[in-house]
């Protein structure tokens, strides 16, 4: 089966932040998405911006918005501009939201408050004009629709994801049994719908980390597995695959993490150290994450491939991010030959 990849980054000085762009571009990554949390990190949209003008390829959009923070028809006209700035290349991916309402004081959203959302931002692109909240929205501008992807985690939202997104991103964990589940539920919501899973475009969440050594990336994973396993726990830990004899120390990783240092290299240690305090290193990464030398990441991919999980989104939070693109396109994706498929220049 064909793997696809993507890369998910948080914006940063202009200067570090494109030179991100530019090498998964090079390497040819189909998508790049952009965290939206206004409080830890530079604006989304300033960032694709910059993307869109500094690559040739790759698809780009946030990953994720959240309908908290954003009102629908701001979101449509900012990644329509994406888009037209990009030549067509932009998509836009929303979720229920984690540390942007949490940082100012907010709760994430109800499924209901997604449902009506995506139904907004659809119908805008359509038609011009849509109900939201009582109230009659418009947009009349946009002369391309641009796809929604829905990201879930829990079985609902994923149900949800899978009847209204035209693509959804999945954050629950990529162990066999926890991704098998998860296409199983996104199956029965694109039903709901009237379509098929083969209809939509599914990608899994997956914090990754890549090194000459296993040891050196299964360290610098720690951010990404802590702050992904901390949105998906952050919504209930019961009915969530956790062994018994873990389930308090996940509790404790949920009630310790600091938002107010989401995924900030250099800036994070504590919720950094906390998987290693906890002793839940070994499970997360088993259970969330790709992270290896080249040889060992390369066996993980094939793995998950032979699971279904053939469409991989990787959280990509190590300090140098440049090294770590380039030792994916140079040293992982020659020992998977013909199994990944790279996005062509435009």
């Known amino acids: 089966m064909t793997t696809r990849f993507g890369f998910l980054f948080m914006p940063a ?43 040739k390829r790759i698809q780009i959009g946030p990953r994720v918005t959240n309908p908290i923070t954003r009102h629908p028809a701001v979101s ?9 700035l990009s030549d067509g290349r932009a998509f836009f991916a929303i979720g229920t939201g984690h540390s942007a309402p949490l940082n100012i004081g907010m709760k994430p959203a109800k499924l209901a408050d997604m449902r009506e959302y995506v139904g ?28 929604i992807y829905v990201a879930g985690s ?4 994923l149900r949800l ?14 162990s066999r049994s926890v991704a098998q589940e998860a296409l199983s539920i996104v199956a029965e919501g694109a039903r709901a ?29 720690r951010g990404s597995v802590v702050s992904g396993s901390h949105a998906y726990f952050y919504g209930g830990i019961e009915g969530r695959g956790v062994p018994k004899h873990l389930v308090d120390k996940v509790r404790q990783l949920v009630e310790s993490y600091r938002v107010d240092q989401h995924i900030r290299p250099n800036q994070s240690q504590d919720n950094y150290d906390l ?40 959280s990509l939070h190590a300090p140098d991010k440049v090294r770590t693109v380039r030792v994916f396109g140079q040293k992982v994706l020659p020992l998977l030959g013909d199994q990944v498929k790279v996005a062509k220049e435009a």
């Open 193 to 221: 719908s009237g379509c098929e899973l083969k209809d939509l475009d599914v990608w899994f969440y997956i914090p990754s980390a890549f090194a000459e050594d296993t040891a050196t990336a299964q360290l610098e994973v």
């Open 154 to 157: 829990g079985p609902k939202a």
């Open 275 to 314: 998987i290693d305090k906890l002793g839940l290193r070994e499970y997360l990464v088993d259970r969330f994450a790709i992270a290896g030398g080249p040889k060992d990441a390369a066996q993980r991919i094939r793995d998950l491939a032979s699971w279904g999980v053939t469409n991989i989104w990787m």
């Open 13 to 55: 000085p202009p200067q570090e932040y494109i030179s991100w762009i530019k090498e998964a571009d090079a390497i040819g990554a189909e998508k790049i998405g952009i965290g939206d949390s206004q409080s830890l990190y530079r604006d989304v949209y300033v960032a694709l911006a910059l993307a869109a003008v500094n690559s």
């Open 76 to 84: 449509a006209s900012a990644i329509a501009s994406i888009d037209e």
């Open 120 to 147: 907004c931002m659809r119908a805008l692109f359509q038609k011009g004009e849509a109900p939201y909240q009582g109230r009659t929205v418009r947009l009349t501008w946009p002369k391309r629709y641009v796809p």
């Open 161 to 174: 994801a899978g009847e209204i997104g035209d693509g959804v991103v999945i954050g629950c964990g990529i």
